[in-house]
């Protein structure tokens, strides 16, 4: 059963830092492509960046600079290094998983969320 678990969320000043980190089981972690999206209120879920199995990553515009999005095969982590963050970086934050070989694609499979809330 294929679980992603993640934590870090919380308070932040704008200016502040958070990490977020996301463990996943039940599956081969390191064959698998991660990504960060999130959803701020009374909008729809955003892809916020990727790190794909060979260690390429990709960012959406608005955290490019800012974030950085790492992985952990060894202990089947994924984790994203959220500085200079501003208020409109305020959502739950949720992990995913998704397995691509040539036209095979296995999930994305999803955690539960984190919040996120930067206010002064």
């Known amino acids: 059963q294929v679980q992603l678990v993640e934590s870090g969320g919380g308070l932040a000043q704008p200016g502040g830092s958070l990490r977020l980190s996301c463990t996943g089981s039940?599956?081969?972690?390191?064959?698998?492509?991660m990504g960060w999206y999130r959803q701020g209120p009374e909008k729809e879920r955003e892809l916020v960046a990727t790190?794909?199995?060979?260690?390429?990553?990709n960012y959406a515009d608005s955290v490019k600079g800012r974030f950085t999005i790492s992985r952990d095969n060894t202990e089947n982590t994924v984790y994203l290094q959220m500085n200079s963050l501003k208020p409109e970086d305020t959502a739950v934050y949720y992990c995913?998983?998704?397995?691509?070989?040539?036209?095979?694609?296995?999930?994305?499979?999803w955690g539960q969320g984190t919040q996120v809330t930067v206010s002064s």
């Open positions: 790190i794909s199995s060979g260690r390429r990553t």
């Open positions: 995913n998983a998704e397995g691509v070989w040539g036209t095979v694609v296995v999930g994305p499979y």
């Open positions: 039940g599956f081969t972690f390191s064959s698998y492509n």
